[in-house]
């Protein structure tokens, strides 16, 4: 029997677990079911009680004080103990079923996506090529306020296709809190950076801001960081990433404010879309569960 899930991922910040309590809401409403999995062992605070934390199996907090590791090597170990106990996952999801959609809330530490092999390990036991048989779909979330510093949004940009190459899932890439940026950023403005482009870089307000100083003969420190990030050196290096991202073609962004209903609604269609969440389930009579008296409704 199929099961059907999606992996909340993104850097630290972008709103993972608020995204995840916004589509739970939806689900409700909507007499949808789901479950609810923490696999942040730092987290603490949720709108939604999940149904299946990691903080039952390990904490960040325990492994920090009787390992003396800091907060990236402590996360790291509690996934490492994870893979080494699964059946934790195992015994909770197996017995659900296709109606359920499983929200899987990860941590904000993307070096877990990037570059280190053990979320593609948790990938495999999760999805069919593992023990269960899980549809699983990925949703990277970036903070739309990136889109404000053009190097912080190609930089993002590159670490949403790093996720997609390495853990080799269907993707839903997101700008999110867009409800930060709308009052700042101009609509037609915000529709340039759904696909990621190398001409974003040709108008980059970082560019005008320095010529204005040089023009007024404003002294600015070499060692700062205005100084730098206006450096050709610099302009070279975003340069080459925003066109490595443009020649791989893989990246384009779905806008989301979790506090409008139909932004929610848009997102979880592509999830549903990309997991084939729909064509599992079975059809249903609109009146199976509706009684009606139609003798009584002719003496009416």
């Known amino acids: ?21 916004a589509l739970i809401q939806h689900l409700r409403l909507n007499k949808r079911s789901c479950f609810y ?31 003396s590791l800091g907060p990236n ?9 994870l893979l080494e106990n699964l059946d934790f996952l195992t015994e909770a999801m197996d ?24 979320v593609p ?11 269960l048989n899980v549809n699983l779909c990925a949703t990277y ?18 670490s949403a296709m790093s996720s997609m190459i390495l853990l080799e899932l269907p993707h839903v890439n997101v700008l999110s809190k867009m409800d930060l940026v709308k009052g700042s950023v101009p609509k037609k403005e915000l529709k340039r950076f759904i696909d990621p482009d190398t001409s974003l870089l040709d108008d980059d307000p970082r560019d005008s801001q320095a010529a204005l100083n040089l023009s007024q003969g404003r002294t600015i420190d070499p060692s700062s960081s205005e100084s730098v990030m206006a450096g050709g050196s610099f302009k070279r290096l975003n340069r080459a990433v925003a066109q490595l991202i443009d020649d791989f073609s893989m990246v384009s962004f779905l806008q989301l404010d979790v506090q409008n209903e139909d932004s929610v609604s848009a997102i979880l269609s592509y999830i549903d879309d990309m997991i084939q969440y729909h064509e599992a389930q079975e059809p249903k009579e609109p009146n199976d569960e509706i009684e009606y008296d139609y003798q009584d409704a002719d003496m009416e």
Do not use: W
């Open 1 to 21: 029997m199929s099961k059907f899930g999606v992996l909340v991922m993104g850097p630290a910040g972008a709103g993972k677990t608020t995204f995840c309590s």
């Open 37 to 67: 999995v923490n696999l942040d062992p730092a987290a603490e605070d949720f709108s939604y009680e999940p149904d299946l934390d990691i903080k039952e199996l390990i904490s960040l907090e325990d492994v920090m004080e009787e390992m």
């Open 73 to 81: 090597g402590g996360l790291i170990y509690c996934f490492e103990f």
């Open 95 to 118: 017995p659900l079923t296709e109606e359920y959609l499983i929200i899987i809330d990860m941590p904000g530490q993307i070096e877990l996506y990037t570059h280190i092999p053990i």
């Open 121 to 131: 390990a948790l990938v495999k036991h999760l999805t069919r090529t593992g023990a």
């Open 141 to 158: 979330l970036l903070e739309s306020t990136f889109v404000i510093d053009r190097a912080k949004y190609f930089a993002g940009t590159l």
